[in-house]
């Protein structure tokens, strides 16, 4: 079947809009129509280090149920969907319920291919990579299996429910599932994009007194103050670590990183106090995080956080029952592109003036 697709090309390159043909889905497969779908900062970086191409990337993909194989049983043609990431489903994390850290992540999700070898798409020239996080969702249609295609109601706007697959996921469920956050609880959030800005909407819902919002972007801080924060900084102006001291005395409870950045993260664990957690959830592979000896001995806890701990087909669902509740506005920080538009997306993302593109084709 034909279909339109964002393809990567080169390294650091701009997205190409171009047709190209997609599989019938195989007997344990599922094709979806998308309806929209997030830029996230993981598309960004493979774009930085594109280990081959042509590769269509997308992984908050939110659409219909086109068709599905014979051995499907979970969805139907019709069905409203959210798409999240993939796992094999049979390692030791998988079967105790941390699906994230399935020890097969890397074989389904970021090979551009199945796990067979074989490729969902193809061209005039060959191969298409993607089969990216078990969907490629820059894309007109995408082939999906059971295990990352998460049902939800027909009540709810469908086009913009994609970051619930992974960035809305991760910075919610670091704070609900990784955190377990308590109501009177004190936290600092550096970098309100779209992860750090469900990390303030979570710590809202579960209790917390003190919702610190770390940034350099001024519209950011904002922001978050109007979906939680009680105290907003702006590193470019103040010591983030000086500043929460003086705010909280010790510190606080919890530190969320969602930069990728060294220094920030850094920074996130000296904001905690003495017995403080802080969970790391920006990307910055291939770099060092240096931390003082001590400050870590003396009862911190730094954890790598992915995918918030969540296990995507009970947390998907309650996140969208708590949009519909209002009580998770993530509609106030996205913005509607068209796919052939991407590209501009992806440019105002680098300035700031979109925090979560949501990409229609």
Same mark, same amino acid.
């Given at each position: &079947?034909?279909?339109?697709?964002?393809?990567?090309?080169?390294?650091?390159?701009?997205? /190409?809009?171009?047709?190209?043909?997609?599989?019938?889905?195989?007997?344990?497969?599922?094709?979806?129509? #998308?309806?929209?779908?997030? $830029?996230?900062?993981?598309?960004?970086?493979?774009?930085?280090?594109?280990? =081959?191409?042509?590769?269509?990337?997308?992984?908050? @993909?939110?659409?219909?149920?086109?068709?599905?194989?014979?051995?499907?049983?979970?969805?139907?043609?019709?069905?409203?969907?959210?798409?999240?990431?993939?796992?094999?489903?049979?390692?030791?994390?998988?079967?105790?319920?941390?699906?994230?850290?399935?020890?097969? %992540?890397?074989? %389904?999700?970021?090979?551009?291919?199945?796990?067979?070898?074989?490729?969902?798409?193809?061209?005039? *020239?060959?191969?298409?990579?993607?089969?990216? =996080?078990?969907?490629?969702?820059?894309?007109?249609?995408?082939?999906?299996?059971?295990?990352?295609?998460?049902?939800?109601? !027909?009540?709810?706007?469908?086009?913009?429910?994609?970051? %619930?697959?992974? /960035?809305?996921?991760?910075?919610? @469920?670091?704070?609900?599932?990784?955190?377990?956050?308590?109501?009177? /609880?004190? #936290?600092?959030?550096?970098?309100?994009?779209?992860? +750090?800005?469900?990390?303030? &909407?979570?710590?809202?819902?579960?209790?917390?007194?003190?919702?610190?919002?770390?940034?350099?972007?001024?519209?950011? $801080?904002?922001?978050?103050?109007?979906?939680?924060?009680?105290?907003?900084?702006?590193?470019?102006?103040?010591?983030?670590?000086?500043?929460?001291?003086? #705010?909280?005395?010790? +510190?606080?409870?919890?530190?969320?990183?969602?930069?990728?950045?060294?220094?920030?993260?850094?920074?996130?664990?000296?904001?905690?106090?003495?017995?403080?957690?802080?969970? #790391?959830?920006?990307?910055?592979?291939?770099?060092?995080?240096?931390? !003082?000896?001590?400050?870590?001995?003396? @009862?911190?806890?730094?954890?790598?956080?992915?995918?918030? *701990?969540?296990?995507?087909?009970? %947390?998907?669902?309650? &996140?969208?029952?708590?949009?519909?509740?209002?009580?998770?506005?993530?509609?106030?920080?996205?913005?509607?592109?068209?796919?052939? *538009?991407?590209?501009?997306?992806?440019?105002?993302?680098?300035?700031?003036?979109?925090?979560?593109?949501?990409?229609?084709?």
């Amino acid at each position: &079947m034909k279909i339109t697709a964002a393809l990567l090309r080169e390294k650091n390159g701009p997205f /190409s809009i171009e047709e190209v043909e997609i599989d019938e889905p195989r007997e344990d497969e599922i094709l979806v129509k #998308i309806m929209g779908s997030g $830029l996230c900062h993981t598309d960004l970086f493979i774009s930085y280090i594109l280990p =081959f191409a042509p590769f269509v990337v997308g992984h908050e @993909g939110a659409g219909i149920v086109e068709k599905v194989g014979a051995k499907v049983k979970k969805v139907k043609p019709g069905d409203k969907v959210v798409l999240s990431f993939r796992t094999c489903g049979t390692c030791v994390f998988c079967l105790s319920g941390q699906p994230a850290y399935c020890l097969n %992540f890397p074989r %389904f999700n970021s090979t551009g291919r199945r796990p067979d070898g074989s490729t969902t798409m193809k061209n005039a *020239d060959g191969p298409v990579y993607g089969n990216f =996080f078990g969907q490629s969702s820059f894309a007109s249609y995408a082939l999906t299996i059971e295990q990352n295609t998460i049902k939800v109601p !027909d009540d709810v706007p469908l086009e913009i429910l994609g970051p %619930f697959g992974c /960035s809305v996921q991760t910075g919610a @469920g670091a704070v609900i599932n990784t955190f377990a956050a308590k109501a009177g /609880s004190s #936290i600092a959030v550096f970098g309100v994009g779209a992860v +750090g800005l469900s990390g303030i &909407m979570a710590a809202k819902i579960v209790g917390c007194t003190t919702i610190i919002a770390v940034d350099v972007f001024d519209n950011r $801080l904002a922001l978050a103050k109007e979906l939680g924060a009680t105290h907003t900084i702006n590193s470019k102006e103040a010591d983030p670590v000086k500043t929460i001291r003086e #705010i909280t005395g010790l +510190g606080v409870d919890y530190a969320l990183d969602c930069t990728g950045v060294p220094a920030v993260a850094k920074q996130a664990v000296e904001s905690t106090h003495i017995k403080g957690t802080t969970g #790391i959830v920006g990307l910055a592979h291939g770099k060092p995080l240096e931390l !003082d000896y001590a400050s870590v001995q003396c @009862g911190r806890t730094v954890k790598g956080v992915m995918e918030g *701990d969540a296990v995507p087909d009970l %947390f998907i669902p309650k &996140m969208v029952e708590l949009y519909k509740q209002g009580k998770l506005p993530f509609d106030k920080f996205i913005k509607k592109y068209a796919l052939k *538009d991407i590209n501009q997306a992806v440019d105002d993302v680098h300035h700031g003036t979109t925090i979560k593109p949501i990409l229609i084709p």
